[in-house]
């Protein structure tokens, strides 16, 4: 194994933290809802108390410092349903419930105003959105609703998006193989392999999304690069297979060895009949997608 792929695997990964930039925090005010519309207690105040006091848990969340674990709180409570759509967030309630500052949950507020999960109008304040408003394909969001009451839904979505998506990356990153992408590549497989013999699956699972995540971005299409990290993210959340190197396997090892060499020979039509035997070892793949036809 590389120096390079021993530290890729063991490095920690610094996520984007989404602050707003200066002077946008202020872009209009947040107004506080008209007393008749705020009918009983805010929804937080009959939600699970943990999630409260965010100053005083371990940090974890994506973000850094209160604004990343308010993000994290407030985001898995709109997408769990605890805070209905069209509900307003009132940011002195808010920091009430929470113990943080007006700073940091406007802060907050932006980021998931980004998201699509909030909206922030003059003289109105800040709503939830419907579902059909959310950006679904963002990390964050994909996480929370693995972790959340539509995890079933995530989870066969995020198979029929990837049964989509990386067939074709591999066929495409066939056609631009370059010898330092196939070595990490070929270094993925072997932490894989190391990590199968010692029983990590941790390991096993970082190197897994090291190599799909690698293997859209060679692919040569930008759109398709774009859509990386919704891989990555796919591989990573918990709740439920979604591929079957979800459960370390044989089997994972070997068309995982075959996409290798596929596209060490330039081979793009095998590199993809590999990806999708990859894509349906698990049942619970296969119930979402066909297996591909024998010729």
């Known amino acids: 194994m590389s120096t390079l792929a021993h530290t890729m695997m063991t490095a920690a990964r610094s996520a984007d933290s989404g602050l707003a930039g200066p002077g946008e925090l202020d872009r209009y005010p947040y107004a506080e809802a008209p007393a008749a519309e705020r009918v009983g207690p805010p929804a937080w105040e009959t ?6 006091r965010v100053g005083r848990r371990a940090a974890g969340s994506r973000g850094r410092g209160l604004h990343g674990q308010l993000v994290q709180q407030l985001g898995q409570m709109i997408v769990s349903g605890d805070l209905g759509a069209d509900r307003p967030l009132v940011p002195e309630e808010i920091g009430q419930r929470f113990e943080v500052s007006r700073t940091v949950v ?11 999960l909030v909206s922030a109008r003059p003289n109105v304040g800040t709503r939830v959105r419907p579902v059909s408003d959310w950006n ?15 995890r079933d839904d995530q989870r066969r ?4 998006l990837r049964w989509t998506i990386e067939p074709l990356a591999a066929r495409l990153a066939a056609g631009h193989g370059r010898e330092e992408v196939q070595q990490r590549l070929v270094d993925m497989v072997e932490i894989m392999r190391h990590a199968f013999a ?6 096993f699972s970082r190197a897994d999304a090291e190599f799909h995540t690698l293997l859209i971005q060679v692919a040569g299409n930008r759109m398709l690069e774009h859509l ?8 990573q959340v918990s709740g439920g297979p979604v591929t079957g190197c979800d459960r370390p396997s044989e089997a994972c090892l070997s068309h995982h060895g ?12 095998a590199a993809e009949a590999a990806m999708r035997q990859l894509l349906t070892v698990h049942p619970e793949v296969e119930r979402v997608v066909p297996a591909p036809r024998e010729h």
């Open 47 to 52: 939600a699970d108390p943990e999630l409260g």
């Open 106 to 116: 406007r802060e907050s507020l932006r980021v998931l105003e980004a998201k699509g």
């Open 136 to 150: 679904l394909l963002d990390p964050d969001i994909i996480e929370w609703r693995a972790f959340g009451p539509q």
């Open 157 to 160: 979505e995020l198979a029929e």
């Open 198 to 203: 010692q029983g990590d699956a941790l390991t």
């Open 228 to 235: 990386s990290g919704i891989v990555s993210s796919a591989l």
């Open 258 to 269: 075959r996409i290798v060499d596929a596209l060490a020979a330039g081979d793009g039509a």
